[in-house]
């Protein structure tokens, strides 16, 4: 029989209970419905990181800020602790804002639309997004997918189409200038959406030298040579590629990277491998090589770089994605007289935008869903053999797999058959990166780096075919590590936006006409199909300014709890997350030298605490001893737990070394909670004998005078308090604990805190001597 | 003279009573809950009181209906709350008494301010670092800004109570919109900040639950429909109005 280890059993123990903790938490009873509870369980070698960070604290605090910080102390070193954190702030995160790749502030650019403030709303988006024309005609707007409009009530709102308008009336924003050089040069393969992504972060926000180098004529990877005209023209696309160049970015075009040593061997130190999946994916199916027979990219690349694609006049295009939609679609603008799309699933099933679809549709492009081509014969032109198929059991990914039905073949006849179900990275085989079994890069998806030292990789290259946005999510995340590896903190986020003024409601909807009416999602303007087909000017025209202005009223502003309640002390829920945006925007939401961030929104931090509360009373019920600590919950903020919470408390679950309640000997005696008195600094609370004497009766009997320069409000008095010692090292140990939590950071591989910024902040706040 | 209130079809049952009753019990208990829930800094500061009975729910629920008209995105929300008001076997109210003019003081920021609680000080009347409590004017349905902290710890109060209403299996939900008219009303009056719990001991939970369009289509309004409609037995007229109908979606 094994030895019965006490300690280890208990630990074991004590960590299901944790999670029963957690499941309480989760299963609170709700006040707004607005606020996710996040949680981590921490056991003991988790907990090492902690001690150290706050013991940096300590130093230099425990004394100086009385009990606050000694409040760390109380979690002692219990065997488990259960983190327990919310995002309790007035702007809540909208489903659409939570969906997009690159977390651009969705209701926040929607609700300056609505005020006319066109400029500052493509502000907004371009804090995020460098290419921000190009992504206001090509996403495929998860956020519209997610925007609670549509799961709930009619249609989602025209979030693209509202973006589009915003870029068109502000294609340029004022910005700040490049960041000095920091010597340290970056060589960037392939300049797709990724790679462009990156040169700029590097470039203008980080200060590293960046040479992109493309191996077709043309920059802009399959922006370029994958997207048509007439859904991304092609001067959006040299204005934003011309904006980057503008920052001092190189572009070598013609410039095929066979090995990545010999750029090492140039000088660069850092290579991001951004080149796409170039190489269409091939059918293996009989007849795939005959004349008539071509393959979807080749083709889009001839007709968008002007090469002159030959079609018959009745095409065919194999697969269901925007490759093969704009196939189609190129196809009869190219002189087919009618174009076919073979799909072997359903409509639900096609990864081409729905908007594309649409369109295509219009555009007379036929589609026949659930057909397999089995082989490609000459005859009459290409005689395509196909079988009807059904949808079967999901594959890997959660799509039906299609299954053939027996004895349900027929043929069908075309003159050109384009094959468009995939592509592949065309990697070079010098290049000596480890991949994937799909032929993708492999990486690490915490930080993009690849098998080789000073290499990184994103966009299609690692993903396999995948969205514009994601691509640029991508390019994001490597310009934010490329910067860390090479020695800066990786912070990318530019504040473009100036800060909002306090609006009245807004009167759209009078001002238009629409008040108590329920306006329905606008149809998009769209060219005829006559004006369309006949040649390749852009199909969608964008809403009108009115339609626009009417679209963001039916915004439900998810983003806000709604109450007008006052409790936070500003009178609308949009007055507080307008205070919210203005404080946070520019800091990336960190707090500057205090234990948690406002503002709050009063009943969320309540929903918060009902659910912080059922995590402890689960602990007790299953006897195990807990309590509820406020104050350590900020070293673990700084540390990178949590991430987006504005407040973390600790439940310490079973025994602790130290002692956790008020008694003698315990080392806090001195914690008296009414009244509290500090060196340097009273009235924490208000004092009794104020209340016993009124105020400056008794003054000349303490020696104080009794004018108005030393009796002001205790707010005040804390100003005052700053100029001396006291201040400073308060200042100096938050500080202090800044450090130490960043260091936590990149040991863990998380993102980093800015202190050249907080710095600043804290000294600013210093008092001279 | 106490008032004398005379219905000739009371929901309020004898056998309901008694049900109601135990829901009040249980009430009770829930309020210690709130009181032994953990505590910032030890101190007291929270503040209960349970609400029982017809007229006094109607007026709860009245309250809420008034609300609902001043305010417009939440307005359906004070509305089917309102109903439940009026529903549920008893009303617990727990407030925070502190919230609003002693703030924490430590250090925390978590309120719109800068971490010394000045915030608070500077937008409301005060002098000499005492809020005067006697100012209650105010433009919003709560007058802020309140202690963020205080406000979490209610949130410890109220897990409490719903924590102990678990354990004695009796349906409760804790309401931002009761919390607030209850307040209006005096209920709590020493709190600025009040949340109510709706206690029920009945087969099915409906606050948990509710329908769509709840103020107009719940239980009791359908009992009453029932009730009125004298054409029950026989074919009823009019039946492409779709008051007329039993379910209004199904119209043509």
Redesign the interface.
């Known amino acids: 029989m094994p030895k019965y280890d006490g300690n280890a059993y208990a630990q074991e123990g004590l960590l299901q209970v944790a999670q029963h903790c957690a499941q309480a938490a989760l299963h609170a009873p709700q006040l707004t419905g607005k606020t996710e509870i996040k949680m981590e369980i921490l056991t003991d070698k988790e907990l090492e990181d902690f001690f150290t960070v706050q013991g940096e604290a300590n130093k230099r605090g425990a004394i100086l800020s009385g009990e606050t910080y000694k409040a760390a102390y109380d979690i002692g070193q219990p065997p488990v602790l259960l983190l327990i954190g919310a995002d309790a702030m007035p702007d809540v995160k909208a489903p659409c804002r939570a969906a997009c790749p690159v977390g651009i502030d969705v209701p926040r650019y929607i609700r300056l639309i609505g005020d006319g403030k066109f400029d500052q709303a493509a502000a907004v988006v371009r804090e995020k997004l460098p290419l921000a024309s190009i992504c206001a005609r090509i996403c495929h707007a998860p956020c519209e997918k997610k925007c609670r409009r549509g799961t709930l009530r009619d249609q989602p709102i025209a979030i693209l189409a509202l973006k589009r308008i915003a870029m068109d009336a502000a294609p340029e924003v004022p910005s700040p200038p490049v960041s000095k050089t920091t010597g340290k040069r970056v060589a960037v393969i392939g300049s797709g959406p990724a790679g462009l992504t990156a040169a700029y972060y590097l470039r203008k926000v980080c200060g590293h030298a960046v040479t992109i180098f493309e191996a077709s004529s043309e920059p802009g990877g399959m922006l370029r040579v994958g997207v048509p005209k007439y859904r991304l023209p092609r001067e959006v696309l040299d204005k934003e590629i011309g904006m980057i160049k503008g920052l001092g970015v190189e572009i070598k075009l013609n410039t095929k990277i066979e090995s990545l040593d010999k750029l090492f061997k140039q000088g660069y130190d850092v290579i991001f491998t951004a080149i796409g999946a170039h190489r269409s994916v091939r059918m293996g199916i009989e007849g795939e090589n005959l004349l008539g027979v071509i393959d979807g990219l080749s083709f889009l690349r001839d007709v968008n770089l002007g090469k002159g694609a030959k079609v018959g006049k009745r095409a065919v295009v194999i697969g269901g994605g925007n490759a093969a939609v704009d196939a189609a679609r190129a196809a009869l603008r190219m002189g087919a007289k009618e174009a076919t799309i073979l799909y072997r699933r359903s409509m639900a099933q096609m990864r081409a935008h729905k908007a594309n679809i649409e369109q295509a549709q219009r555009e007379g492009v036929k589609i026949e869903f659930l057909t397999t081509p089995t082989s490609i014969k000459k005859g009459d032109g290409l005689e395509v053999k196909c079988i009807r198929t059904k949808l079967g059991s999901p594959d890997a990914i959660g799509r039906p797999s299609p299954e053939p039905i027996e004895g349900n073949e027929f043929t069908l006849s075309f003159d050109t058959v384009i094959v468009a179900i995939g592509q592949t990275p065309d990697m070079p085989p010098d290049f000596g990166l480890s991949l994937e079994d799909g032929g993708t890069l492999q990486v690490d998806d915490a930080t993009l780096s690849t098998n080789m030292r000073g290499v990184f990789a994103g966009g299609d290259a690692v993903s396999g075919p995948a969205s514009f946005i994601e691509a640029v999510a991508a390019g994001r995340k490597a310009a934010s590590w490329i910067d860390q590896y090479l020695g800066g903190f990786g912070i990318i986020d530019e504040v473009l936006a100036p800060s909002e003024e306090m609006p009245e409601i807004s009167r759209v909807q009078e001002v238009l006409g629409m008040a108590g009416k329920d306006p329905k999602r606008p149809p998009l303007p769209l060219l005829t199909t006559e004006q369309a087909l006949s040649g390749f000017a852009e199909v969608d025209l964008g809403l009108s300014e009115k339609a626009s202005l009417i679209e963001t009223t039916r915004c439900l502003k998810c983003n806000e709890v709604g109450f007008n309640c006052g409790a936070c002390g500003f009178k609308t829920c949009r007055e507080a997350v307008i205070f919210q945006q203005n404080q946070f925007h520019e800091t990336g939401g960190e707090p500057w030298g205090w234990l948690m961030k406002g503002p709050s929104c009063i009943w969320r931090l309540m929903e918060y605490g009902i659910a912080v509360d059922w995590a402890a009373a689960a602990a007790h019920r299953h006897n195990i001893e807990s309590r509820v600590a406020m104050i350590p919950g900020t070293a673990f903020m700084r540390m990178g737990h949590l991430p987006d919470c504005n407040m973390i408390v600790v439940v310490p679950l079973g025994p602790c070394k130290e002692r956790w309640y008020f008694e003698p000997s315990s080392g806090r005696e001195d914690f008296r909670p009414f009244p509290m008195v500090r060196k340097g600094q009273m009235l924490q609370y208000s004092p009794l004998w104020i209340r016993f004497t009124g105020p400056g009766r008794d003054f000349p009997r303490r020696g104080m005078k009794t004018k108005d320069e030393w009796w002001k409000p205790p707010y005040e008095r804390l100003e005052i308090i700053n100029d001396d010692e006291w201040g400073n090292s308060v200042l100096d140990r938050d500080y202090a604990l800044f450090v130490a939590g960043d260091k936590v950071r990149q040991k863990n591989k998380l993102s980093r805190l800015n202190l050249i910024k907080i710095k600043e902040k804290l000294d600013a706040k210093k008092s001279s001597p | 003279m106490p008032r004398i209130t005379i219905r000739d079809w009371p929901p309020y049952s004898p056998t309901d009573q008694e049900r109601r009753e135990n829901a009040v019990m249980a009430a009770r208990l829930m309020m210690n809950g709130a009181l032994t829930?953990?505590s910032?800094?030890?101190?007291a500061m929270t503040e209960g009181e349970i609400v029982y009975g017809e007229e006094e729910q109607e007026q709860i629920a009245r309250k809420m209906e008034e609300l609902a008209y001043e305010?417009e995105?939440?307005r359906h929300v004070f509305l089917y709350e309102a109903v439940m008001a009026r529903g549920v076997d008893v009303l617990l109210f727990i407030g925070n008494t502190r919230a609003d003019s002693?703030p924490w003081?430590?250090?925390?920021?978590?309120?719109?301010?800068?971490?010394?609680?000045?915030?608070?000080?500077?937008?409301k009347k005060?002098?000499?670092?005492?809020i005067d409590k006697t100012d209650r004017r105010?433009?919003?349905?709560?007058?802020?800004?309140?202690c963020?902290?205080y406000?979490?710890?209610?949130?410890?109060?109220?897990?409490?109570a719903?924590?102990v209403a678990t354990h004695l299996y009796v349906d409760?939900?804790?309401?931002?919109t009761m919390g607030?008219a209850a307040q209006k009303l005096g209920y709590c009056r020493n709190s600025s900040?009040v949340?109510g719990i709706g206690i029920a001991t009945r087969p099915k939970n409906e606050p948990s639950d509710p329908a769509l369009d709840y103020h107009l289509i719940n239980l009791e309004r359908g009992i009453d429909a029932i009730r009125g409609n004298v054409n029950q037995l026989g074919v009823r007229p009019a039946t492409s109005q779709d008051y007329r109908l039993g379910d209004p979606s199904k119209k043509g």
């Open positions: 829930a953990p910032i800094g030890g101190i305010t995105a939440q002693d003081n430590g250090e925390c920021g978590l309120c719109a301010g800068r971490p010394d609680c000045s915030f608070v000080y500077e937008n005060q002098s000499t670092g005492l105010s433009e919003t349905m709560v007058k802020g800004p309140l963020a902290v406000a979490h710890q209610l949130g410890y109060n109220v897990g409490s719903l924590m409760a939900r804790p309401f931002i607030l900040l949340i």
